[in-house]
């Protein structure tokens, strides 16, 4: 099993940044993929980013490339999404995922609002 715990989020005005972490723990040998997902209220959770555990292939939807950029610490199994230019559509919850021998493993969330 792998535990996952956000941290990170906050208030911030349009045009600020905030810093994401995702810390990985338990069974993380097996972890392949890292991805943050994001969810705003009354819509479907959707894809932000995504990224090989092995920090190769970052891959960003459209609506972040160029704002938001994806990092890892390995000596912290720490994954983490800077997020420079928010928007007031960024406001979501954001969730951090990871595959581990092909089980999907979610985070708690942390909660992302930006104010205009």
């Known amino acids: 099993q792998v535990q996952l715990a956000e941290s990170g989020g906050g208030l911030v005005q349009v045009g600020g940044s905030l810093r994401l972490s995702c810390a990985a723990s338990?069974?993380?040998?097996?972890?392949?993929?890292m991805a943050w997902y994001r969810q705003a209220p009354g819509k479907e959770r959707e894809f932000v980013a995504s990224?090989?555990?092995?920090?190769?292939?970052?891959y960003y939807a459209d609506s972040v490339k160029g704002r938001f950029t994806m990092s890892r610490d390995n000596a912290k199994n720490t994954l983490y999404l800077q997020m420079n230019s928010l928007k007031p559509e960024d406001k979501a919850i954001y969730y951090c995922?990871?595959?581990?021998?092909?089980?999907?493993?979610w985070g708690q969330g942390t909660q992302v609002t930006v104010s205009s």
């Open positions: 995922k990871a595959r581990n021998f092909g089980v999907d493993y």
């Open positions: 990224i090989r555990w092995s920090g190769s292939s970052p």
């Open positions: 338990g069974r993380t040998d097996g972890i392949y993929n």
